[in-house]
Structure formats: structure tokens, C-alpha cells
């Protein structure tokens, strides 16, 4: 397999005067200090920080959507314990848990009160 075969074009040396030599070397050398200007600005420690913050909000603002579906999710699947497929409160499962929860703030009431 040979290698391919270039048009005549611009880019010829031996058809080409100095001065289209000098153009081309000129927009090459255009064409380069855009890309270093790219390149650095790419590097700079500003935008460096700037997309680093950016990827970390997003990351922030994703795991706390993920939170809030599963917190969501917890309060729903306890809240059905507590009332029926209708909305209505269940009395027979509020009433203990009620109980349990005074109890619990009575025993803290009472420990605070031995500690003084």
C-alpha cells in the first residue's frame, strides 16, 4: 500500500513564490497563537476553578435530589402505616405511638430533673 498521492495545490513548494510561502506561514502562525490563547485560557487557574465548582455543585445538587426521593419515599411508606387508603387517620396505630412518644418525653423530663 503506497501512500497517497497530494493535488498540485497552494501548498506545492515548487510552484509556489516566496510570497505565498510567507501568507501560509503567517496564517500557521495566526492559526497557532489562537490555539496557545485556547490552550491557556483552557489552563488557567481561573477557569480551572470555575469548571471544578461547577462539577461539584452538580454533584451537590444530584445527591441532594436523591435525597429528597428517599426521604420522600420514607414518609410516604410511614405515613400509610398511620392512615388508610382513603386518607383517614388508623386510631389504632396513632394511639400507641403517641403513648410511646410521651412516655419517652416524660423519662427525659424526669432524667434532667434528677441530673439538677
Known amino acids: 500500500m503506497g501512500w497517497p498521492q497530494v ?24 492559526r497557532l497563537a489562537g490555539t496557545l490563547d485556547e490552550l491557556a485560557m483552557r489552563v488557567h487557574p481561573a477557569t480551572v476553578a470555575a469548571q ?11 445527591k441532594a435530589g436523591q435525597a429528597y426521593v428517599a426521604a420522600s419515599g420514607a414518609v410516604e411508606q410511614v405515613k400509610s402505616r398511620f392512615v388508610d387508603e382513603k386518607g383517614r387517620p ?5 394511639v400507641p405511638v403517641a403513648l410511646v412518644g410521651v412516655g419517652v418525653v416524660l423519662l427525659v423530663a424526669s432524667a434532667r430533673r434528677r441530673r439538677r
Do not use: C, H, M, N
Not at 493535488?7 to 495566526?30: K, L, M, P, V
Not at 471544578?52 to 444530584?62: D, F, G, I, N, P
Open 7 to 30: 493535488a498540485a495545490s497552494s501548498r506545492d513548494t515548487s510552484a509556489r513564490t516566496a510570497a505565498q510561502i510567507e501568507a501560509d506561514i503567517a496564517g500557521t502562525r495566526e
Open 52 to 62: 471544578t465548582k461547577a462539577r461539584l455543585l452538580a454533584s451537590v445538587e444530584q
Open 90 to 94: 388508623r386510631p389504632e396505630r396513632i
